[in-house]
């Protein structure tokens, strides 16, 4: 990517690497279900599976400013209409769920989104709730 502005779509593939890189590890499992999300959601139809790459070299070199989180969830909100935050939002808790365990950057991640997004408390716990049932195992 040669600017630092993002499609609503690429604002919400950079969310979910977001989420996956804020505990410094990114998983296997978290990767997985990326790239499940971006090839099976309606939202990513005509998404250029060829841009991830530079999304998330974007993600990566944007994390290693000193207020380079707060860089990304502007433009992430900048690019995603209000009428989507749920929605991102329910991505990131997906990544964040992806390998069974929450971490606590992690977790501390979704309460900022939540808090920046204006995410209804009652909506959330229904989201995270969705996503932790999805991702459990037996």
């Not at 990517?1 to 410094?24: N, Y």
């Not at 530079?54 to 994390?63: E, K, P, S, Y």
């Not at 000193?66 to 900048?78: P, S, T, V, Y």
Request: charged share 25%.
């Amino acid at each position: 990517m040669t600017d630092t502005s993002f499609s609503p779509q690429d604002a919400l593939v950079a969310l979910m690497i977001t989420v996956s890189a804020s505990d410094a590890t990114i998983r296997t499992s978290e990767l997985l279900t990326i790239q499940s999300i971006v090839n099976h959601l309606p939202i990513f139809a005509g998404f250029d599976e060829d841009r991830l790459e530079g999304i998330a070299q974007t993600v990566f070199d944007l994390l290693e400013e000193e207020d380079g989180l707060d860089a990304i969830i502007g433009l992430i909100k900048e690019a995603v209409p209000a009428t989507h935050h749920e929605t991102a939002y329910a991505l990131a808790c997906d990544v964040a769920a992806a390998d069974g365990k929450v971490f606590q950057t992690e977790l501390e991640l979704l309460r900022e989104i939540r808090y920046e997004f204006e995410i209804d408390p009652l909506h959330a716990a229904a989201i995270e709730r969705g996503a932790r049932a999805r991702h459990l195992t037996l």
